[in-house]
């Protein structure tokens, strides 16, 4: 079985043998991913009440502090890319919390 190491000194043979001209390509194919969506503040409010989640217990989910929810909300900073795509799979399928989610008991 080969291993990263050995595919990066053969490529780097060959870089050497015939130029950096001559490397082999990977390509892979990947399914068009659709873009982030951003939310207001009043949507991100509405997602939370929605979960039935207090401020305290939604940055806790996400990992962020009470402020940072209070300014999200409050329109004061804005969620960046990550946090943006878990309010899309919530928003789009609130049961993504019992399938996926770990939460202790």
């Keep these: ?14 870089i050497s043998e ?5 490397l082999r390509r990977r390509t892979r194919e990947y399914t068009p991913v659709a873009p982030v969506i951003k939310y207001s503040p009043q949507e991100i409010k509405e997602l939370r009440e929605k ?3 207090t401020q305290t217990y939604f940055g806790e989910f996400l990992g962020v502090s009470l402020k940072t929810i209070q300014a999200w909300e409050s329109g004061t ?19 993504a919390l019992d399938k996926y989610i770990f939460i202790e008991a």
């Design 1 to 14: 079985m080969r291993n990263v190491h050995d595919e990066t000194l053969e490529e780097l043979r060959e």
């Design 18 to 22: 015939r130029g950096i001209g001559h």
């Design 51 to 53: 979960l039935q989640f």
């Design 77 to 95: 900073n804005k969620p960046n890319g990550a946090a943006l795509r878990i309010f899309q799979v919530l928003e789009k399928d609130p049961s």
